[in-house]
């Protein structure tokens, strides 16, 4: 199983970035697709879940209305579109993915497969 963020970058605040997460070794038929972000000096904190099954997401208040997921179950990718960046978006994000289980989870140990990550600065 591999996952494999990409799309990181600098930008200033209010910028946008759109993020990917390409997913092999697994199909979304059976896996949640989580999002994460660990801030500098920060726990590590969840922002979103997709099951790309059914189209159910979830997001966490900090993001909620300015980020969203997406799905290409044909590419088996999930994407995050981010607008409206402000400096406490600066971290490192990663996807991972969870076996499907009945009511979808944003709690890091219950997912078992992780990106590498891909850094998001945003200056002022």
């Known amino acids: 199983v591999q996952l494999v963020e990409s799309g990181g970058g600098s930008v200033r605040t209010g910028g946008s970035l759109r993020l990917s997460c390409a997913a092999s070794?697994?199909?979304?038929?059976?896996?949640?697709i989580g999002w994460f972000r660990r801030a500098p000096g920060k726990e590590r904190e969840g922002i979103s879940a997709v099951d790309c099954s059914d189209g159910s997401i979830w997001y966490a208040d900090s993001v909620n209305g300015r980020f969203t997921v997406s799905c290409d179950n044909s590419k088996n990718t999930v994407f995050m579109e981010m607008s409206s960046l402000n400096v406490e978006d600066t971290a490192v994000y990663y996807c991972?993915?969870?076996?499907?289980?009945?009511?979808?989870?944003?709690?890091?140990?219950?997912?078992?497969?992780w990106g590498q990550g891909t850094q998001v600065s945003v200056s002022s």
């Open positions: 070794g697994i199909t979304f038929a059976d896996y949640d």
């Open positions: 991972a993915a969870t076996r499907r289980a009945a009511t979808m989870t944003i709690i890091a140990n219950e997912y078992d497969y």
